[in-house]
């Protein structure tokens, strides 16, 4: 099938990306086709974030978003900071001593997937093709190099390689230029980063594990528009990250924990840290008396401007999360993701409309560097290795006077180029973590959360979790880091059980997998490569 543009992932990049592009041949009076394909079973299935939205992209592509009934319906009206000391104990931080970008005024508790499901709407409405359940599993390639397009992946193979009864090949898309906004670590972006070498001259890229739930509480509970965000416990040692929890609409609180992946204790699980957290009594009187409704998981990368590859090469462009604009100074990748989208848009209809022609070198970085986007990642350049290098206290310090009194602009530059999966500690020279057992009301096991999260897969398929040596698991990261696994993973995808002879074997649960890429992201021996499984495979997220 033939396009004047694909768009690989309708997330908040991709979408805007598609909407921006079809405003502007609107405009002009032109014919444009423009394809978009999501692997989850509908458009936001897999769409998982905090989410407070900051609505300056948003104002850019639909200035009366609100009359079109855009799901933006709970603004922020409260903020609180909290610093968690102990199991008991925290201190509510005043908002003087909060750095800027922190702050949330003007901005909305959204649910993304919502967001993403109108942005969509919105697409169609303007003429794109979005196609829901669709895998992108592999790039095409013209014979000079340029970017082709994509390959959907096939349908109906079985666990051995060979069709099975209803099986269908995939469909090959080809377009003048592709875009690629697959979300943070995408399967496709990291072989075309590696592949036009788009990351020399940067440092290392950084990611966390976000976690999230989402509950329903009694109405006599219920803030809407209420605001925390907190750090400290129970993260201790190497281990540093930051909680949110928000009152959105319909009696709904979201809960959750982002854990910097660049943690040394290889005895540390990031979701029974987040079942404990909730424990604590700042978090705990608002879910008191609730139920937990829904569960899911996604990395988020966080290496700000001095990790963000190039986004552009012969015949594509790489936005969004896909690139890593999100800003960690905010703790907010939307509004930036739509804007790398918008200007993706501009970009290639600037070309489309002068020569019509497909597979060139696009200046989409260029594009970048002179709008308000780049600004502001640049003035967030510094905020995430300040973090890492001095810690919560002082660099929060240190966030705060480049923040407040500079503006951003303090003429340091901080890298951190130390890789997080590298990490990682041996298992005898850290200490163990003993976690408390759920007790069902506050806190759960994981095959219950996973439950919640809807996910589901096609069990007689090629497993989407490949080793690049099946000898590592047990050789290597058994015997080093007690496989750890077991533990960075939030879905019990990874085991070590025991054969009948009482040996231990290395298991995958490929059903129970969220695609939240901390495996591909986190293994010691970066032994684990995640690619696509069948079409609409994974969670299936209400409204996360």
């Given at each position: 099938m033939e396009f004047d543009v694909v768009i690989v992932g309708a997330g908040p990049a991709g979408l805007s990306t598609a909407c921006k592009l079809l405003q502007l041949a609107q405009e002009k009076n032109q014919e444009l086709s423009v394809c978009v394909v999501e692997k989850g079973s509908e458009v936001g299935a897999h769409i998982l974030s905090?989410?407070?939205?900051?609505?300056?992209?948003?104002?850019?592509?639909f200035p009366d978003w609100q009359a079109m009934g855009a799901p933006l319906t709970t603004p922020v009206s409260k903020d609180e900071m909290h610093m968690l000391r102990s199991p008991e104990s925290g201190i509510a931080m005043p908002g003087l001593l909060i750095p800027k970008p922190m702050h949330n005024e003007g901005n909305y508790i959204v649910s993304l997937g919502n967001v993403c499901r109108w942005l969509a709407e919105q697409a169609e409405n303007l003429g794109a093709e979005v196609f829901p359940g669709f895998a992108a599993a592999e790039v095409l390639y013209h014979a000079d190099g340029s970017v082709k397009g994509i390959a959907t992946g096939d349908m109906g193979v079985g666990a051995d390689g060979q069709p099975?009864?209803?099986?269908?090949?995939?469909?090959?898309?080809?377009?003048?230029?592709?875009?690629?906004?697959?979300g943070c670590r995408g399967h496709l972006g990291k072989q075309l980063i590696d592949k036009f070498k788009l990351d020399t001259d940067t440092v290392s890229q950084h990611y966390g594990i976000g976690i999230k739930e989402l509950w329903d509480i009694p109405s006599d509970q219920h803030q809407p528009g209420l605001v925390l965000h907190g750090s400290g416990w129970p993260l201790t040692g190497g281990a540093s990250g930051g909680w949110f929890l928000y009152h959105g609409d319909n009696q709904q609180v979201v809960v959750g924990l982002i854990i910097d992946l660049n943690y040394d204790?290889?005895?540390?699980?990031p979701f029974d840290e987040f079942q404990r957290l909730k424990h604590h009594p700042?978090?705990?009187q608002h879910l008191q008396g609730g139920s937990r409704v829904s569960y899911g998981a996604r990395a988020v990368e966080k290496g700000g401007l001095?990790?963000?590859?190039?986004?552009s090469m012969p015949g594509a462009l790489l936005i969004g999360c896909d690139a890593g604009t999100m800003n960690f100074s905010k703790i907010k990748g939307s509004h930036t993701a739509m804007k790398s989208g918008m200007l993706?848009?501009?970009?290639?209809?600037?070309?489309?409309?002068?020569?019509?022609?497909?597979?060139?070198?696009?200046?989409?970085?260029?594009?970048?560097?002179?709008?308000w986007l780049y600004d502001e990642l640049y003035r967030a350049r510094n905020f995430g290795a300040a973090m890492h290098k001095f810690g919560t206290w002082f660099g929060g310090m240190f966030n705060w006077i480049e923040q407040n009194i500079f503006a951003g602009k303090l003429p340091i530059n901080l890298k951190d180029d130390s890789a997080d999966y590298a990490q990682m500690q041996p298992a005898d020279k850290m200490p163990k973590i003993d976690y408390p057992k759920p007790d069902g009301v506050i806190s759960f096991d994981k095959l219950s959360s996973v439950f919640l999260s809807g996910t589901n897969h096609e069990e007689?398929?090629?497993?989407?979790?490949?080793?690049q040596d099946d000898s590592l698991p047990l050789g290597i990261n058994l015997a080093n880091w007690?496989?750890?696994?077991?533990?960075?993973c939030p879905a019990g995808v990874y085991e070590i059980i025991a054969d009948e002879s009482g040996a231990p074997q290395f298991q995958i649960n490929g059903q129970n997998c969220l695609h939240c890429k901390t495996c591909d992201i986190k293994d010691p021996s970066q032994n684990i490569t995640w690619v696509v499984p069948e079409g609409a495979g994974g969670p299936n997220y209400p409204n996360m």
């Open positions: 905090g989410a407070i939205l900051e609505p300056t992209a948003l104002n850019e592509l099975k009864d209803g099986y269908m090949p995939g469909m090959e898309l080809h377009a003048k230029y592709t875009i690629f906004s697959e204790n290889p005895h540390l699980s700042v978090l705990k001095f990790a963000l590859p190039r986004m993706a848009a501009e970009t290639v209809f600037a070309e489309l409309t002068s020569s019509g022609e497909g597979g060139k070198l696009l200046p989409l970085d260029d594009n970048f560097k002179a709008s007689d398929q090629p497993c989407h979790l490949v080793l007690d496989e750890p696994a077991q533990r960075y």
